[in-house]
RNA sequence: GCCGGUUUGGCGGAGAAGUUUACGCGACAGCCUGCAGAGCUGUUUUACCUGGGUGCAAAUCCCAGAGCCGGCUCCA
């Protein structure tokens, strides 16, 4: 049974869908204005995570993930490198594009964009406007958050403490100090849509609102966000939906992810303690970086260092030579014949239990480290039988429960040979003279001509072939 | 001020009352090997912020305190 923990309750709970076995889910995307930093990085892997284990799972899920591409920081951004808020735009929609390969983040179902949505976003404000939610002051038009009893219910913040709060908006066109924007009336130089309060554009939180209902319908299933966007983004969805549509509980799970520190402080562009995905990713091995970012348990502070990365470097070398045995045994047991033994029943058998392990962790709310764990003794016993296992179907199969589970935490354990380029390097001409070059070599070792074998073998990684010798015969790997 | 979270070994990081170890990284030793890589085994291990309390039994539950981090209309 799976069991998410759930902000709105503050609780873990069974995970049931509102509609059979289709999940509807939405999570709050980059707002395109600069590069994206580790941090919302993490909130990409993770999120990513829980629906690959969702479709895993069995699940059929619809996953929205969005582009802010009209706000403050958007037009701010625009006007200081003298572009179009849409050139910006552009330019970091393909960053983002980038890191999701190199992250390997399964493409969103669709990854919509506020500008596209201006309709939609005006007509919610007008229901809003008619339901008594909101006003219209001089083309500005505000939520009004005191008519809307049910505030708070998200970030549990007591209505009476907001106003005391340190940061409320001065503002002397909202009727309270709570209320928040909707619809911005249009300022020189800013890009505007027609609407029936003038031109302008809209607030912050009007666009997630619109595009989850656009997409997934009201209801639906998960949400999903950093922490940080609690309050006020997710509280005054909730009061956005509710206030439209009449629906009280227009999202049925909330997960927040917690934050990725530096050194042991929050990540964030305007303390300047950041680091880009983009110079991490530059740095450090791409799935070594993924890998990373699932080391601890969504909810929780991950602390971003050096370290940290190099020991996910080094977590994730085991967890590939493992996949290489066991292919290196393979091409072993093409020469050799198969010969099964005691052993291939022990792998088959850890096999099923990495599964069942793997599964009861992923349905602790999402326990990657724990799946991990389990991962981990799966690979132990992987190194422990494997040269003495005799049947190809079961090394297959132990290779394909191992690239399963760990694909779910968005490692991708396919061969380097399987690669177009990989391929096209090792053409069957190619093997064949590579398989001659290790018969030399075996020749060589057997007449104890140890400068020659060594010889062949440093020749062969000099042109990026690996060579590993094991107790029945040698075996070799691009590197 | 008002709300949250967090504190576990040399490091990262699970666990939430009970026998043997989470797991990973690092270090050391042994084994395997012509060598190398990888691997296996063992050690590092009386690890659980402090002080009280409840329990036969507490890292785990309760109370108090301390440290650290964060939210309170820019944020993943």
Same mark, same amino acid.
């Given at each position: 049974?799976?069991?998410?923990?759930?902000?709105?309750?503050?609780?873990?709970?069974?995970?049931?869908?509102?509609?059979?076995?289709?999940?509807?889910?939405?999570?709050?995307?980059?707002?395109?204005?600069?590069?994206?930093?580790?941090?919302?990085?993490?909130?990409?892997?993770?999120?990513?995570s829980i629906r690959r284990y969702l479709e895993y799972r069995g699940y059929r899920v619809t996953y929205i993930t969005n582009f802010t591409d009209i706000d403050d920081k958007m037009i701010n951004r625009a006007n200081e490198e003298g572009i179009e808020v849409s050139e910006l735009a552009a330019k970091f929609i393909s960053e983002y594009r980038k890191i999701e390969k190199q992250l390997n983040l399964k493409p969103a179902t669709v990854n919509p964009r506020a500008t596209e949505h201006i309709d939609d976003i005006v007509e919610m404000v007008d229901l809003i406007i008619k339901n008594g939610y909101g006003y219209d002051v001089h083309g500005d038009v505000y939520f009004s958050v005191p008519a809307f009893d049910a505030y708070g219910s998200l970030s549990r913040i007591p209505m009476d403490?907001?106003?005391?709060?340190?940061?409320?908006?001065?503002?002397?066109?909202?009727?309270?100090?709570?209320?928040?924007?909707?619809?911005?009336?249009?300022?020189?130089?800013?890009p505007s849509w027609d609407s029936p309060w003038g031109k302008g554009r809209p607030g912050w939180h009007a666009e997630c609102s619109v595009m989850g209902?656009?997409?997934?319908g009201?209801?639906?299933?998960?949400?999903?966000?950093?922490?940080?966007?609690?309050?006020?983004?997710?509280?005054?969805?909730?009061?956005?939906?509710?206030a439209a549509y009449g629906i009280e509980v227009p999202v049925k799970y909330w997960f927040h992810n917690g934050f990725l520190t530096m050194d042991s402080e929050k990540m964030s562009k305007s303390e300047g303690n950041f680091s880009t995905a983009r110079e991490v990713l530059d740095n450090y091995d791409h799935q070594a970086v993924r890998l990373y970012l699932v080391t601890g348990q969504y909810r929780q502070p991950l602390d971003y260092n050096a370290k940290a990365v190099t020991q996910a470097i080094q977590s994730l070398e085991?967890?590939?030579?493992? #996949? !290489?045995? *066991? %292919?290196? $045994?393979?091409?072993?047991?093409?020469?050799?014949? =198969?010969?099964?033994?005691?052993?291939?029943?022990?792998?088959?058998?850890?096999a099923k239990k990495v599964r069942e392990g793997f599964e009861r962790e992923m349905d602790d709310d999402f326990n990657t480290p724990g799946a991990l764990a389990e991962i981990f003794a799966f690979v132990r016993e992987i190194n422990t039988l494997v040269g003495d296992v005799g049947g190809a179907a079961v090394l297959r199969e132990a290779l394909a429960v191992l690239t399963e589970l760990v694909g779910i935490l968005g490692v991708n354990l396919t061969d380097a040979s399987a690669t177009d380029e990989g391929a096209a390097l090792t053409s069957d001409t190619l093997k064949g003279v590579i398989e001659f070059l290790l018969e030399?070599?075996?020749?060589?070792?057997?007449?104890?001509?140890?400068?020659? #074998? !060594?010889? *062949? %073998?440093? $020749?062969?990684?000099?042109?990026?072939?690996?060579? =590993?010798?094991?107790?029945?015969?040698?075996?070799?790997?691009?590197?």
């Open positions: 049974m799976l069991k998410v923990y759930n902000t709105r309750t503050r609780s873990k709970e069974e995970f049931v869908p509102i509609e059979g076995n289709t999940v509807r889910m939405y999570v709050c995307g980059p707002t395109v204005y600069d590069y994206p930093h580790i941090g919302n990085a993490r909130s990409f892997a993770v999120f990513d403490e907001l106003t005391s709060g340190a940061r409320v908006e001065v503002d002397e066109n909202k009727k309270d100090p709570r209320d928040f924007a909707l619809w911005k009336a249009e300022k020189p130089g800013e209902r656009h997409y997934l009201l209801p639906f299933d998960i949400h999903g966000g950093g922490q940080d966007l609690i309050f006020p983004h997710h509280e005054n969805e909730i009061a956005q939906s509710a085991r967890i590939k030579n493992a #996949a !290489d045995s *066991i %292919r290196g $045994r393979i091409s072993i047991l093409e020469r050799i014949g =198969s010969r099964e033994s005691e052993d291939d029943k022990k792998l088959a058998e850890a030399l070599r075996e020749e060589a070792r057997k007449s104890k001509d140890f400068g020659k #074998a !060594d010889q *062949i %073998r440093d $020749r062969l990684k000099q042109i990026g072939v690996e060579v =590993s010798d094991t107790k029945d015969g040698p075996t070799w790997k691009l590197s």
